[in-house]
């Protein structure tokens, strides 16, 4: 059998703690269930310990000076307690839905790096939004379409065979992971069942508004990085330079950022146009 470690950091997560520790006990194949506050100054750490009464699966953890030290950090502290062989990372505000490990272990080889899922984003008036990933790979890296932490399941061994996550990042520590797993030749399977719920709140330790500048800059960093790899390789061909010039380009619109000589002009221009189609159409099918 297969072993599942499930990775949850929490900052300041006490009014939705609870919901993801639910979501993850009734997955199969679970060995740990690995909570690691991360600083918080509400009551996280105190529901953390009450939860592990649930279960001898729940182990609960701090940093050893018990400070903030940023979601990439807290999980390499979890990873030190992790015995499984596959790794479900899990956002405190996220939940798993039923058969979400057991459906991506089906895809699970000894050589298969981690898994890819689509989610599903909840927002508090009752709306969700089907997130799915793309499929060619590089594509869906360049574009943010590669699944997202809860939705993706990690094997141990690549995490270990990268160094884990890079401590020094505040953001982007999950896509930054899985570029230096696919850069050395390792590309993911795919799952197309929407089996995580992503609940869309401000507060959360990935996707909260602290470090917005930071954000900016790691997101950009690692696309040029992902850019310069696949020109080294000669793999950056139109197709590609199509979606780093449109997603890449309108991360920089979007924050007033001026274009580099990385940004093909015409490219963006075409690829914007495409995206206000897309942004047309789900506003009419979800804001009636």
Same mark, same amino acid.
Request: some cysteine.
């Given at each position: 059998?297969?072993?599942?470690?499930?990775?949850?950091?929490?900052?300041?997560?006490?009014?939705?703690?609870?919901?993801?520790?639910?979501?993850?006990?009734?997955?199969?194949?679970?060995?740990?269930?690995?909570?690691?506050?991360?600083?918080?100054?509400?009551?996280?750490?105190?529901?953390?310990?009450?939860?592990?009464?649930?279960?001898?699966?729940?182990?609960?953890?701090?940093?050893?000076?018990?400070?903030?030290?940023?979601?990439?950090?807290?999980?390499?502290?979890?990873?030190?307690?992790?015995?499984?062989?596959?790794?479900?990372?899990?956002?405190?505000?996220?939940?798993?839905?039923?058969?979400?490990?057991? @459906?991506? =272990?089906?895809?699970? %080889?000894?050589?298969?790096?981690?898994? $890819?899922? #689509?989610? /599903? +984003?909840?927002?508090?008036?009752?709306?969700?939004?089907?997130?799915?990933?793309?499929?060619?790979?590089?594509?869906?890296?360049?574009?943010?379409?590669?699944?997202?932490?809860?939705?993706?399941?990690?094997?141990?061994?690549?995490?270990?065979?990268?160094?884990?996550?890079?401590?020094?990042?505040?953001?982007?520590?999950?896509?930054?992971?899985?570029?230096?797993?696919?850069?050395?030749?390792?590309?993911?399977?795919?799952?197309?069942?929407?089996?995580?719920?992503?609940?869309?709140?401000? @507060?959360? =330790?990935?996707?909260? %508004?602290?470090?917005?500048?930071?954000? $900016?800059? #790691?997101? /950009? +960093?690692?696309?040029?990085?992902?850019?310069?790899?696949?020109?080294?390789?000669?793999?950056?061909?139109?197709?590609?330079?199509?979606?780093?010039?449109?997603?890449?380009?309108?991360?920089?619109?979007?924050?007033?950022?001026?274009?580099?000589?990385?940004?093909?002009?015409?490219?963006?221009?075409?690829?914007?146009?495409?995206?206000?189609?897309?942004?047309?159409?789900?506003?009419?099918?979800?804001?009636?």
């Amino acid at each position: 059998m297969q072993t599942v470690s499930i990775i949850i950091p929490v900052y300041n997560g006490e009014v939705f703690l609870e919901r993801a520790v639910q979501s993850a006990l009734v997955q199969v194949n679970v060995k740990e269930i690995i909570i690691v506050d991360d600083g918080s100054t509400d009551n996280s750490l105190l529901i953390g310990q009450q939860l592990a009464q649930l279960s001898p699966k729940i182990q609960v953890y701090t940093h050893p000076e018990k400070i903030n030290k940023g979601l990439a950090a807290t999980r390499n502290r979890a990873l030190e307690f992790c015995t499984g062989a596959w790794i479900q990372l899990l956002d405190a505000d996220d939940e798993l839905m039923l058969g979400k490990i057991s @459906s991506q =272990l089906e895809y699970a %080889k000894p050589d298969t790096p981690f898994i $890819v899922g #689509n989610a /599903i +984003d909840q927002f508090s008036d009752g709306r969700t939004y089907q997130r799915k990933f793309k499929k060619s790979a590089w594509i869906a890296l360049m574009s943010g379409k590669l699944g997202i932490s809860s939705a993706n399941l990690f094997n141990r061994k690549y995490i270990d065979l990268v160094g884990g996550f890079d401590s020094s990042l505040r953001t982007s520590e999950e896509y930054d992971l899985m570029f230096r797993i696919m850069k050395n030749g390792w590309l993911p399977v795919y799952d197309s069942k929407f089996l995580t719920r992503i609940h869309v709140v401000n @507060s959360s =330790l990935s996707r909260g %508004k602290r470090n917005n500048h930071l954000m $900016v800059k #790691n997101w /950009i +960093d690692l696309r040029k990085k992902i850019r310069g790899f696949l020109i080294s390789k000669g793999e950056f061909g139109l197709l590609h330079s199509y979606h780093y010039s449109g997603a890449v380009g309108s991360f920089m619109d979007r924050y007033k950022l001026p274009f580099d000589g990385t940004i093909n002009p015409t490219l963006f221009k075409v690829y914007s146009l495409e995206k206000n189609i897309k942004s047309k159409i789900f506003k009419r099918l979800y804001f009636k």
